[in-house]
Nanobody, 133 residues
Framework: QSQVAESGGGLVQPGGSLRLSCSFSGINLDYYFIGWFRQAPGKEREGLACISSSPESTYYAESLKDRFTISRDNTKKTTYLQMNSLMVEDTAVYYC??????????????????????????WGRGTQVTVSS
């Protein structure tokens, strides 16, 4: 049975950093795209950073301005989102996703919500990130 475990959220001051982690069990992460999304109160879910399966390509939302970095360790079945220079407007619930998509799907499509229906799809339950002084 597949499980997803998110961690790393919390309260941080503006300008601070956090690293979110998401571990998957019961799946071979080699075949999966990985994505990080967030949803703030009253706003739509936003795709932040996505990385495809091999050969890997990465997409970042332009609004992040190089503050966030996505990475994956397939041997540990874990993905990370390093967030630096956090701002108050980064406050949201952050979600990770692992999805197996048809070939020729791009990381940009995944983050933009334009990917075709995945064969398999796993979501974390979300972790709260609050940026406040």
């Amino acid at each position: 049975q597949s499980q997803v475990a998110e961690s790393g959220g919390g309260l941080v001051q503006p300008g601070g950093s956090l690293r979110l982690s998401c571990s998957f069990s019961g799946i071979n992460l080699d075949y999966y795209f990985i994505g990080w999304f967030r949803q703030a109160p009253g706003k739509e879910r936003e795709g932040l950073a996505c990385i495809s399966s091999s050969p890997e390509s990465t997409y970042y939302a332009e609004s992040l301005k190089d503050r966030f970095t996505i990475s994956r360790d397939n041997t540990k079945k874990t993905t990370y989102l390093q967030m630096n220079s956090l701002m108050v407007e980064d406050t949201a619930v952050y979600y990770c996703q692992a999805a197996e998509f048809p070939v020729r799907t791009s990381a940009q499509q995944m983050c933009g919500g334009e990917a075709p229906p995945p064969y398999f799809d796993y979501w974390g339950r979300g972790t709260q990130v609050t940026v406040s002084s």
